[in-house]
């Protein structure tokens, strides 16, 4: 924060915390976290100031920089209409945060999704799985390192597509 900035309403709820907040440079405050404090800090900001709804969770890639990763949970509180947004740095050798579908359930598809576009991994997730991609895909297509021109889409689909079949009659 800068000098003679105020605090930010939600402050106590963090108290105590380690967390620093930063500036997203779009004027909605921003919160970095270690991944090992993110779900306690998710969690009050749930129970303490407010924050009903998950609205996002998505990542960025930041290859070839360590921390690879950095993941973003952006909650909404009606009750005091504003938001805020909490950042997490991951390395790309173990890229994996707590869930958060415990505290709010509809972020369980977001972070399925990220799961299968990033690679991310949401330690207790209750149904980890591929929402895009086929489940036998072993690529995740929103990193920097997945091949501009695609991974042989055609020779892939008809490999999918031929386990998908096996056991099927064929048409009479």
């Known amino acids: 924060m800068t000098a003679g900035a105020t605090a930010p309403r939600f402050a106590p709820?963090?108290?105590g915390l380690e967390h620093r907040l930063v500036d997203s440079g779009d004027?909605?405050?921003?919160?970095?976290?270690a991944r090992e404090r993110l779900h306690e800090l998710l969690a009050r900001l749930r129970d303490r100031a407010?924050?009903?709804m998950c609205t996002l969770v998505t990542a960025v890639d930041h290859l070839p920089a360590e921390p690879r990763f950095?993941?973003?949970h952006q909650l909404l509180s009606l009750e005091h209409r504003d938001r805020v947004r909490v950042h997490c740095r991951?390395?790309?050798?173990d890229p994996w945060v707590p869930s958060c579908v415990d505290l709010w359930p509809g972020?369980?598809?977001s972070e399925r999704e990220c799961w299968d576009m990033f690679g991310v991994r949401f330690a207790g997730h209750p149904d980890l799985r591929r929402l895009l991609m086929p489940e036998e895909y072993d690529?995740?297509?929103l990193r920097k390192d997945f091949p501009q021109g695609g991974i042989e889409p055609d020779r892939l689909y008809r490999e999918w597509d031929r386990k998908?079949?096996?056991g099927w009659s064929e048409p009479r």
């Not at 004027?27 to 976290?33: A, W």
């Not at 991951?90 to 050798?93: H, I, T, W």
Request: hydrophobic letters at 40%.
């Open 13 to 15: 709820a963090l108290a």
């Open 27 to 33: 004027g909605m405050p921003t919160i970095e976290v």
């Open 50 to 52: 407010g924050f009903g």
């Open 70 to 72: 950095q993941v973003t």
């Open 90 to 93: 991951v390395p790309g050798n």
């Open 107 to 109: 972020a369980n598809w």
């Open 139 to 141: 690529h995740h297509p």
């Open 164 to 166: 998908r079949r096996a």
